[in-house]
């Protein structure tokens, strides 16, 4: 029964190679979110859709780009990762934008 | 933009004692206010959450509340258990399309047996 799922759970990537973060979701939820997450720190927006409509943050790097080719399915993708960004990424759902937000399970990027 | 104050940063307590923590937020248009609790290494869960129409909402041994004129809501843990060991945080948004939510910085609760 997981409601948002993400894949893969730990990816390692070298130094510039692009690489690509799946989430995808069960409950038909309208917004989802990617989040990026340091060590003791609160999850950082990167971005999010609200159906189809794409929200950047201002201080999101040009380096992350997201697709969500349907209701179900979001990508996030770091076109050429640097050592800052090794992190843990979330992805979150809402139905609407005053209810709660589910979060996945994340997926830990390293970068050698 | 929206910014969210946190405290304390990190919370000891002895189990069965009681633990607070604070939040002040800047904007005055912010009317959800919900709190996350994250294991290490897990994901953030909602564990109860408050909007600007209600003072006051309690879930078994965990409450919140909420001063509009002030800016603040706090988190209440009574009788904390070592299961409530865990980082914290509270989180503030307006509600307007998208729902963003702005965190605070976290608090770190270690409950002591």
């Known amino acids: 029964d997981a409601m948002v799922i993400q894949n893969p759970r730990y990816q390692v990537t070298q130094f510039g190679k692009p690489v690509t973060l799946s989430c995808s979701q069960t409950?038909?939820?309208?917004?989802m979110y990617w989040y990026q997450q340091k060590s003791s720190q609160a999850p950082k927006l990167l971005f999010h859709?609200?159906?189809?409509?794409?929200?950047n943050e201002a201080d999101t790097p040009d380096n992350f780009q997201s697709r969500r080719p349907n209701t179900s399915f979001c990508f996030l993708d770091i076109r050429s990762p640097g050592l800052g960004d090794a992190a843990m990424y979330l992805c979150?759902?809402?139905?609407?934008?005053?209810?709660?937000?589910?979060f996945g399970p994340g997926t830990r990027l390293t970068v050698l | 933009g929206e910014n969210v104050e946190q405290h304390p940063s990190t919370l000891s307590v002895q189990e069965g004692d009681s633990a607070v923590i604070k939040c002040t937020y800047s904007?005055?248009?912010?009317?959800?206010f919900p709190w996350y609790k994250q294991e290490l290494g897990k994901r953030p869960q909602l564990i109860i959450d408050?909007?600007?129409?209600?003072g006051e909402k309690k879930d078994q041994r965990i409450a919140v509340t909420l001063n509009k004129t002030a800016k603040h809501f706090s988190l209440h843990i009574t009788e904390t258990q070592p299961e409530d060991s865990a980082v914290y945080f509270c989180?503030?948004?307006?509600?307007?399309?998208?729902?963003?939510?702005?965190f605070g910085g976290g608090t770190r609760v270690l409950v002591k047996p």
């Open positions: 979150a759902t809402s139905r609407d934008p005053v209810n709660e937000q589910f």
């Open positions: 409950l038909n939820h309208n917004v």
């Open positions: 859709y609200y159906d189809k409509d794409f929200n």
């Open positions: 904007d005055s248009a912010s009317n959800y």
């Open positions: 408050i909007r600007s129409n209600v």
């Open positions: 989180a503030a948004s307006t509600g307007a399309a998208g729902n963003k939510l702005t």
